[in-house]
């Protein structure tokens, strides 16, 4: 059973282009999060999501930052016109249905870096 | 809001020997949950043990225990007979059990084991 699956595992992009993380949830997990570390930082919360449902986005910035998650795909993370302060490493972790959301499993991140 | 505290930013511990790694955290709730997630080179974020408020037993696993203090709201990770591949950043998290269950991380330990 594969792990909960990230790419790319770097992202490099010019201030205002635009930046789309992919997250495929290990097989079974219909519940996705995605968190944001900065250097020296710990993992910050920034949205929780359900197959198509966005459940709580209150660690998100209420600019240029989206996430979905399809009834089919993986989950996206997508940031639009970049800025320097967006370098951090994005990490996304699922959890089966409700009644696991006790554990998370934790992809390797994609560590986004903006020139 | 909860918040998690790790007031260590770096420790060393010799190779055979024991480390303590603290933690805080406040609350106002009576039952939640705690973890530690070691964290190394590779970015994976790896449970390593959790723990549950309403339990007075500390959690072990393996060469890895807690010291879970509920009214002075302390968690501390003991790691005993260290070996070269502890080495790691460590976070302490908080999950509320209720709520869309997202997680509260700590800033981090940066754990050299000396060999």
């Known amino acids: 059973n594969a792990g909960v699956m990230q790419n790319p595992r770097h992202l490099v992009r010019r201030r205002g282009q635009e930046a789309r993380l992919r997250c495929s949830p290990m097989k079974g997990h219909s519940h996705v999060y995605w968190y944001r570390q900065l250097p020296e930082e710990g993992l910050k919360f920034m949205v929780y999501l359900q197959k198509e449902n966005i459940i709580d986005e209150s660690g998100m910035p209420k600019e240029r930052f989206s996430a979905e998650f399809p009834k089919e795909g993986p989950s996206i993370l997508r940031i639009q016109q970049v800025v320097r302060g967006d370098s951090a490493a994005y990490f996304c972790?699922?959890?089966?249905?409700?009644?696991?959301?006790?554990?998370?499993?934790f992809g390797s991140g994609t560590q986004l870096s903006v020139l | 809001a909860q918040t998690v505290t790790q007031s260590q930013p770096e420790m060393s511990v010799q190779e055979a020997e024991t480390v303590t790694l603290s933690c805080t955290y406040d609350?106002?709730?009576?039952?939640?949950?705690l973890f530690w997630y070691k964290q190394p080179p590779s970015r994976q974020m790896i449970l390593v043990i959790r723990q549950e408020a309403y339990k007075q037993q500390n959690a072990t696993e393996n060469r890895f225990s807690v010291n879970f203090q509920k009214a002075a709201k302390s968690f501390s990770l003991k790691i005993s007979d260290s070996q070269l591949g502890d080495a790691a950043m460590y976070f302490c998290?908080?999950?509320?059990?209720?709520?869309?269950?997202?997680?509260?991380f700590g800033t981090g330990t940066r754990l050299k084991v000396l060999a």
């Open positions: 998290a908080y999950r509320s059990p209720s709520g869309t269950y997202k997680y509260i």
């Open positions: 972790a699922s959890s089966p249905g409700d009644r696991g959301r006790e554990k998370l499993f």
């Open positions: 609350t106002s709730e009576s039952d939640y949950y």
